[in-house]
């Protein structure tokens, strides 16, 4: 029989309406909203990156394979390079791609109602595959095969501010270097979409992938370069090394592509660190000292124990079986308010947010089990190891002095 941890256990049950419940209980609560904290903390920031993640990825893929170019964060180039089925075809063959297209970029200036924005036009081949997290209103592009379709697909950001809407008929005005006056394209807005980032929504519309070769005066077989999308973002890397070692291309990941928001969520990491730090702290300090108080104010019942012949050992294990069921019970709450506030959000986006500077209207939430039960396990332990200096208090207590005011 495990004596110590016998005498936790009824030490916690029977010390209702006392000051040691109350300390307890104080001691609980610490631990449960510092929890909570943490583990709420991972989950916003996880549900932040993979959703911004997945904005990007819905119109720019996972890698993309273009020419070597000095600047990757620039996705127009004003050379073309020839498509080739051999590398469209090694770069399907990976287990890992779930799809490849061809595409062309080009900026252009949009005009309706008297007013202008400048874009980049993305043109898309038929096997481009919208995502399904992208909201889309309207229809996709109707490719022929007598010529290209002339059909855009704004941003609804975009069309706002042009006053536009599905079906209505815009001006594409394509600058030439070294004419003195623009080619210009009348296209119909077959459909909108929006992302809620600024750098996509308000520069980007999808056209024909013909139309901007026609533009550019190239062949049905000069492109820009290759879209890859993967099945799991884990492999993007391995994907672009692979695409690298066979092809004279180069392979841009998202990071290579987009460095500033890649450095923004990194950031973003950086706060979560900090602040599951700050927060263990709390725990620990708030455990530490409601065990400190429970010890002094119990320095009876302590002394009488060493009296009966309980060892300094085994009086120490009291209290760290006491803090330790504590922190067990703590963790347990903060589980419950944790999970339960992101299964809550989830579902019913309670949690909003200025879209405009977070690129979504409400709070997103992604719940992983593993952080849980590291962060669950992590404030266990520590919270048992910073407890045993406290305890050291216990091997001081003289039974013939706390017993003799009894």
Known sequence: MNLPLLLARRYLVKQNGTFSSFIIKLAIVATALSVAVMILSVCVIGGFKSVIREKIFSFWGHVLVVPFNDNPSSIISSKPIEYNDSVMNLIRQDPQVASVSRFVVRPAIVQSNG??????????????????????????????????????????????????????????????SGSTSPRIRKLKVIGLYHTGMEDVDQYLAICDIRLLQHINNWTAQEINGYQVEAKNEAFTMAIADSVFNHTDLTAQTIEDSFPAIVDWLNVQNLSVSILLIIMGIVATISMGAALLILIVERASIT??????????????????????????LGVLLGNIMAIGICLAQQKFGFLQMNEATYFMNKVPMQLNLW??????????????????????????????????FK
Not at 125 to 135: E, I
Not at 151 to 164: E, G
């Open 115 to 176: 007013q202008m924005e400048g874009l980049r036009l993305k043109g898309i081949a038929p096997d481009y595959r919208f995502p399904s997290s992208l909201q889309l209103r309207g229809g996709a592009i109707r490719f022929t095969d007598s010529n290209y379709a002339q059909q855009v697909i704004l941003s609804r950001t975009t069309a706002n501010k042009l006053s536009l809407n599905i079906g209505d008929d815009v001006l594409f005005y394509f600058l030439e």
């Open 303 to 328: 002394g009488l124990l060493k009296a009966l012949g309980l060892n300094n050992g085994d009086t120490q294990k009291i209290f760290l079986y006491i803090a330790l069921l504590t922190g067990l």
């Open 371 to 404: 952080y849980v039960l590291l962060i669950d396990v992590a404030t266990i332990v520590i919270t048992v190891l910073c407890m045993w200096l406290p305890t050291i208090y216990v091997r001081k207590i003289q039974p013939a002095k706390v017993l003799q």
